[in-house]
């Protein structure tokens, strides 16, 4: 079941659950904590290749750098998601979630009307800024005002604690938006050893 409003409180009273800045208590309500929209933007953009290749089947995986800009924004500043477009953001937020918490993420109703669209979750023990891939489904653009309560997240316990660092992670306690790490998959090795067996005679 999903923490309610005291809970989540008495956590945060205790520095049991870590986020800072948490600008105004009314963040924390019902069953969820409202997180705000970062500074730091990675904005999708035509790059020089054809594709985003992300397979390393016929040739090695590309840089995704370059299909990606970055920019920033004060707080209080506006940035302007455009229709289809997918922007990687951040919460303004660090969090610190203890080994038997995970959290859930939703864009807040207020937004998900507007059409903008976000599917996370975080596993026990996370530590950093939350990440944001955020997508306007909308035929709009979207004017986003920097430091607006965007997402909320909702908290379950887990029934035993994790390690959250027991094993090599791509994303960690990072504090700005960064592009996909797909390359480091080694199941991608893989398929791709598979298919070089499989059409080693093909000329």
Wanted: glycine share 4%.
């Amino acid at each position: 079941m999903f923490l309610s409003e005291d809970c989540l409180r008495d956590l945060l009273a205790n520095n049991k659950l870590i986020i800072r800045p948490l600008l105004d208590p009314s963040q924390v309500n019902g069953i969820s904590i409202d997180f705000r929209l970062g500074t730091d933007f990675l904005v999708s953009i035509q790059g020089r290749e054809a594709f985003i290749n992300a397979s390393y089947n016929n040739e090695s995986v590309g840089s995704v750098d370059t299909f990606f800009q970055s920019t920033r924004r004060k707080f209080g500043e506006t940035f302007l998601l455009h229709p289809n477009q997918t922007v990687l953001a951040s919460s303004l937020e660090y969090i610190k979630l203890p080994p038997n918490l995970y959290a859930t993420l939703s864009m807040r109703s207020s937004y998900s009307r507007l059409g903008l669209t976000i599917s996370s979750s975080l596993q026990p023990g996370y530590c950093g800024c939350i990440s944001l891939e955020l997508t306007n489904t909308s035929k709009f653009a979207i004017n986003l005002t920097v430091g607006a309560c965007l997402f909320q997240a909702s908290f379950a316990y887990t029934d035993r604690d994790l390690n959250y660092f027991s094993k090599p992670r791509k994303y960690l306690c990072q504090v700005r938006p960064q592009v996909t790490l797909f390359k480091e998959d080694e199941d991608l090795k893989k398929l791709n050893s598979i298919w070089i067996e499989d059409n080693k005679n093909i000329t």
